[in-house]
Nanobody, 125 residues
């Protein structure tokens, strides 16, 4: 099973940018679709963005479409999330997750079987 470690979270003002990274080890990272999900205090974990195994297909929640960009580098076993024009409502713990399939058909937490420990993103107004 793949192990995932996120980094890059922090405190940023509204309108700012952050880039999250996820390093994978212990599995065949390039075989599976990957995703970013987030959980705000008192809310359920929600899908943010996903990417197919070779990066040819990307998927975004409506709330982040046009502001966030997911990408992957299979040679480096790494996943990224570039977040621009951040809003206070983007404040959450962000999780990197691995699916068990090459493409995503279900954009919910059910698609993902391996999770990182999360990284906090806080956007101040």
């Amino acid at each position: 099973q793949v192990q995932l470690v996120e980094s890059g979270g922090g405190l940023v003002q509204a309108g700012g940018s952050l880039r999250l990274s996820c390093a994978a080890s212990g599995g065949t990272f390039s075989n599976y679709a990957m995703g970013w999900l987030r959980q705000a205090p008192g809310k359920e974990r929600e899908f943010v963005a996903g990417i197919s195994w070779r990066g040819g297909y990307t998927y975004y929640a409506d709330s982040v479409k046009g502001r966030f960009t997911i990408s992957r580098d299979n040679a480096k076993n790494s996943l990224y999330l570039q977040m621009n024009s951040l809003k206070p409502e983007d404040t959450a713990v962000y999780y990197c997750a691995a699916a068990s399939t090459r493409f995503l058909s279900d954009y919910t937490t059910r698609s993902f079987g391996s999770w990182g420990q999360g990284t906090q993103v806080t956007v101040s107004s």
